[in-house]
């Protein structure tokens, strides 16, 4: 049984949410999550490094899945595009290795991800194979480099993708995905969506870990941006480091100790198709 029926039948309150003690009691013994986080690149991965320990260290399945191999990058100077894709998707999977995840590369092209059908269909067989509870993508950007044009491609592909999951006849052979599967963007400055906040203050250290081996990797995470960014996140939600996400579907303006389970939000509940 998912975590979320509980919610929605009594059994488990919302307000529960707020204490980490009785929230980790009963969602333990109930539920192993898997959090898909479908990304653009090799490093994006960094924003949201905290949500991903912290499902982890609650003992679910994370997996991130990268649409490309990120080999436009020019940080490794005048190589071949095939050494410089090769030399990324390891450093991808020594990522892996930090956060403790699964990792996954497709092999659609850098600086040319096309929000289209077949793509979408692409990455919706790959969501039938992993059976995400949650999905963490990119969302709406404004700002240079979250608005990358592969991040704004990669967010539609990957929502597209999870309704085409559930349609058999898209999907076949493939059995359709049709576990509740709430989506979270990362957030930009501008976004008015309700806000999903994790506590991230138990993992700074790996988090950190992470940000310097794609520093001194692709020149990407700067340390003290992401002291700056983490605390200031903090700072809004009482606690001393956050990371906050658009909450698209689930209970929003809420700091939780794991992105998932999230309880569906009562205006966003969907009841499907009962056959
Ligand atoms: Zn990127």
Same mark, same amino acid.
């Given at each position: ?22 929230? *980790?009691?009963?969602?333990?013994? *109930? ?20 949500? &991903? ?62 929000? *289209? ?18 999905? &963490? ?42 576990? *509740?599967?709430? &989506? ?5 400055? !501008?976004? !008015? ?22 520093? !001194? ?52 509940? !969907? ?5």
């Amino acid at each position: 049984m998912i975590a979320w029926s509980m919610v929605r039948s009594g059994r488990l309150q919302p307000s529960d949410w707020h204490d980490s003690n009785r929230y *980790d009691a009963k969602m333990a013994a *109930d539920s192993r999550e898997t959090l898909l986080v479908g990304l653009a690149h090799p490093d994006d991965e960094v924003g949201v490094a905290g949500t &991903i320990l912290a499902q982890r260290a609650r003992g679910d399945r994370v997996v991130i899945v990268w649409l490309t191999r990120g080999e436009m990058t020019e940080a490794f100077g005048p190589l071949p595009t095939e050494e410089v894709a090769r030399r990324r998707m390891e450093q991808g999977r020594q990522a892996g290795e930090i956060l403790g995840v699964e990792t996954r590369f497709m092999n659609f092209p850098d600086t040319a991800l096309v929000a *289209d059908r077949a793509t979408a269909v692409e990455v919706a067989r790959l969501i039938c194979e992993i059976k995400p509870t949650g999905l &963490i993508t990119w969302g709406d950007g404004w700002v240079r480099g979250v608005r990358h044009p592969d991040h704004q491609a990669c967010s539609k592909i990957f929502r597209d993708a999870v309704n085409l999951a559930r349609i058999a006849k898209v999907v076949a052979p493939a059995a359709p995905h049709r576990h *509740d599967l709430p &989506i979270f963007t990362l957030r930009d400055v !501008h976004s !008015h969506l309700p806000i999903a906040a994790v506590d991230v203050t138990p993992h700074r250290q790996t988090i950190g870990d992470l940000a310097d081996f794609y520093m !001194h990797g692709v020149g990407f995470g700067d340390p003290a941006w992401m002291e700056h960014r983490l605390s200031e996140a903090g700072r809004r939600w009482g606690c001393r480091y956050a990371e906050e996400l658009d909450a698209w579907e689930t209970v929003g303006d809420r700091l939780y100790p794991a992105l998932l389970p999230a309880p569906v939000g009562a205006q966003t509940f !969907h009841p499907g198709r009962r056959r």
